[in-house]
T-cell receptor
Framework: RKEVEQDPGPFNVPEGATVAFNCTYS??????FFWYRQDCRKEPKLLMS???SGNEDGRFTAQLNRASQYISLLIRDSKLSDSATYLC??????????FGTGTRLTIIP | DVKVTQSSRYLVKRTGEKVFLECVQD?????MFWYRQDPGLGLRLIYF???????EKGDIPEGYSVSREKKERFSLILESASTNQTSMYLC?????????????FGPGTRLLVL
C-alpha cells in the first residue's frame, strides 16, 4: 500500500463550482502535510501547508483528519487558472517527504 | 524568492553514456534532493543531502550517484545511462528547519535515453 494515495482524476469541473479532493495516508506517525500544485510541464510548487486545526487561504481550504488518516483540499469559486495537478505530500517522521501521484483538475469555461 | 536552477531543460543521451545533471540553489539551503517523476508513479526520491559532502539514499538510488562538493550545488550522475532512466528529473532544496519544511523545486530536466 502506498504511503500517500490520491484519486488521479481527472476532475472536470465547471468554472465557479466548488471542488474537493481527499488524500489518504497509511502511516499514523505522520508529522506534517502539504498540498503542492503542479502545472503541465512545470515543477511542483507549494500551495499550502495543512495544519491540524485546518487552514484557509483565500478560496482554498485544507483540513486534516488524523482519526481517519486523510487530508482534504477544497477549492471554492473555481477559476480557469486553477486547472493543474494537485499533489498531496506527507512527512512521516523521517528525513523525507512522500508525494502522492497527484489529482488532475480541469476547470471548464 | 528561492531560486533553484538545473543545468538543462532537455537532454538526449545514448545507452551507456555517463550523464551529469547539475542543480544550483541560491538560498543557502542545507538540504537538497533529487527526484524523478514518471506518469502514474509520481515523484520518487533518488538521493538527498543534508550537508556538504553528505548524502543519503532515497527510495530508488540504483543506477545513480550524487555529489555535493559545495553547499549550493548538488549533482546527479547516471554512471551508465539506460533506457529505463528516461524520465523527468527534479531537484529541490529546503532550509535548516528540517526535511519536512517546504521544498522548492527547479524547473526539471527531461532526459531521453536512446
Amino acid at each position: 500500500r502506498k504511503e500517500v494515495e490520491q484519486d488521479p482524476g481527472p476532475f472536470n469541473v465547471p468554472e465557479g463550482a466548488t471542488v474537493a479532493f481527499n488524500c489518504t495516508y497509511s502511516n499514523s506517525a505522520s508529522q506534517s502535510f502539504f498540498w503542492y500544485r503542479q502545472d503541465c510541464r512545470k515543477e511542483p510548487k507549494l500551495l499550502m501547508s495543512v495544519y491540524s486545526s485546518g487552514n484557509e487561504d483565500g478560496r482554498f481550504t485544507a483540513q486534516l483528519n488524523r482519526a481517519s488518516q486523510y487530508i482534504s483540499l477544497l477549492i471554492r469559486d473555481s477559476k480557469l487558472s486553477d486547472s493543474a495537478t494537485y499533489l498531496c505530500v506527507g512527512g512521516f517522521g523521517n528525513e523525507k517527504l512522500t508525494f502522492g501521484t497527484g489529482t488532475r483538475l480541469t476547470i471548464i469555461p | 524568492d528561492v531560486k533553484v536552477t538545473q543545468s538543462s531543460r532537455y537532454l538526449v543521451k545514448r545507452t551507456g553514456e555517463k550523464v551529469f545533471l547539475e542543480c544550483v540553489q541560491d538560498m543557502d539551503h542545507e538540504n537538497m534532493f533529487w527526484y524523478r517523476q514518471d506518469p502514474g508513479l509520481g515523484l520518487r526520491l533518488i538521493y538527498f543531502s543534508y550537508d556538504v559532502k553528505m548524502k543519503e539514499k532515497g527510495d530508488i538510488p540504483e543506477g545513480y550517484s550524487v555529489s555535493r562538493e559545495k553547499k549550493e550545488r548538488f549533482s546527479l550522475i547516471l554512471e551508465s545511462a539506460s533506457t529505463n532512466q528516461t524520465s523527468m528529473y527534479l531537484c529541490a532544496s529546503s532550509g535548516l528547519a528540517g526535511f519536512q519544511e517546504t521544498q522548492y523545486f527547479g524547473p526539471g530536466t527531461r532526459l531521453l535515453v536512446l
